[in-house]
């Protein structure tokens, strides 16, 4: 019975422990081709376990096409200055990152310019 359980718990442990190092990954995204977009932010979630940058960038032919930029944990960006307030509904911004592979208007950003002024995201910075 002792052995059951082992085997269980084993499993278990091993079935959760799959998708949490998946989740860390970037594989969704082109990180061998940055892009870089400007835009207007619509909305800032600063929250676990990614914060995550909703803006609007005005298209070649003038429309406007809805991006979402995705950054680390609040916890992390805290460390480099960041809050709930660093970018806010209206700001302009120009972001760098990978952009998805499913060729969506979505990246993981590396660059954050706002307002003229970039935003620290890491020590090498």
Do not use: C
Not at 3 to 27: D, Q, R
Not at 69 to 74: F, I, K, R
Not at 92 to 113: E, F, L, P, Y
């Amino acid at each position: 019975m002792k052995n059951k359980f082992l085997i269980v718990a084993m499993a278990a442990v091993m079935a959760a422990a799959g998708p949490l190092l998946a989740h860390h990954g970037t594989a969704a995204y082109n990180t061998k081709d940055p892009v870089t977009v400007s835009g207007t932010v619509s909305d800032f979630q600063f929250l676990n376990p990614h914060s995550i940058v909703s803006f609007d960038v005005k298209g070649e032919k003038g429309d406007i096409e809805k991006w979402q930029g995705e950054l680390t944990s609040p916890n992390r960006l805290v460390r480099f200055g960041w809050n709930k307030n660093s970018l806010k509904a209206g700001d302009k911004v120009t972001i760098t990152g990978s952009r998805a592979m499913s060729g969506a208007n979505s990246v993981w950003i590396t660059k954050v310019i706002s307002n003229g002024e970039e935003l620290k995201l890491g020590a090498g910075d």
